[in-house]
């Protein structure tokens, strides 16, 4: 190793700052940044750099170059700091540990990023509203609803996207391609954002908790919708009158008394019903001898109270016989008329 390395001896100080180095040649660098020079220009795109080191590493995004190979698996890269960190996926190594928390990361830049969360520090700051952001990329993401930019276009249809990681999964809606394989089952994903919603029907975990009472979800999604029960918010409204639903499918079930829509055909008479669970009620009263019964029919008959066998709604007829009534009035017939009154209850 050098001895002015070693002995800390800094010969060479630039004139324009406070500045030195133990080579004339960093200096040489340095002094660059002052002056502006870029002597080191791309043969491609006319490029031009301050340092060798980093022209040499553009050339390669031009020639594809990936001269530093991987000795764990079959992957190569254009700089050897990136194969540096790649390395650390094999090995598990995290050298950059956070002083604020346990947890450690691979590279000193993620370490910034996250120490961000502590700090509370947004340092991007978005030019065309007041918004700030801790990520550069979270930044460039955001410009974009501003500037309704979408680059990343499929090569299959006309959709567009605003970033890449979005497009090559919609790609495969088109290819096919599911390379996220469920350990548990035979079933496979094409994003692993799915496959790990997935997963929780086999781990049974629910991570999402409602904070207005004692009951876990899943998915994010799931506990969105609970919450509407709690805060009585109801954001799908009925385009035919004012009222609205907390839930898209209690709005389409409600749609259907404007529309007249009743896809629900009884197979054995020519009635048609708007509910499911009326056609499904419908079966087993009129055509007991035809029904069956499912988990799902009882589901059906649980959430549906369309038919309430109550007092106030039955009505009761009797026909007395040529002989009388006894004294506990002795009945022939007994007629029972249900009378079907179809209850608003889509909450």
Known sequence: MNSRILSGDNPYQCSQCDKS?????????HNRIHTGEKPYQCSYCYKAFTKKGNFKSHIRTHTGEKPYQCSHCEKSFAESYTLKYHIRIHTGDKPYQCDQCDKSFKDNST?????????????YQCSQCDKYFTLKC??????????????????????SFKENKTRTIHTRIHTGEKPYQCSQCDKSF??????????????????????????????????????MIHIGMKP???????????????????TSI????????????????????????HIKTLHRQHSYTTKENEMDSQLCDTYSLNESEVEVKTEQTDSGTSETGSLSKLKIEVKEEPIDRYE
């Open 190 to 227: 094409k994003d692993n954002s799915t496959l790990k919603n997935h997963t929780r029907i086999h781990s049974g975990e629910k991570p999402y908790q409602c904070n207005q009472c004692d009951k876990y979800f899943s998915l994010k999604s799931y506990l969105k919708k609970h919450t």
């Open 21 to 29: 180095f133990t080579k004339l040649s960093n200096l040489e660098n």
């Open 138 to 159: 979270n930044l460039k993401k955001h410009t974009m609803t501003h500037t309704g930019e979408k680059p990343y276009h499929c090569s299959y249809c006309d959709k």
């Open 236 to 254: 799908f409204q009925c385009s035919h009158c004012d009222k609205s639903f907390s839930k898209i499918d209690t709005l389409k079930i409600h």
């Open 111 to 123: 370490l910034k990023k996250h120490s961000r969360i502590h700090t509370g520090e947004k340092p």
């Open 258 to 281: 404007h529309t007249g829509e009743k896809p629900y055909q009884c197979s054995h008479c020519d009635k048609t019903f708007a509910k499911k669970c009326n056609h499904t009620r």
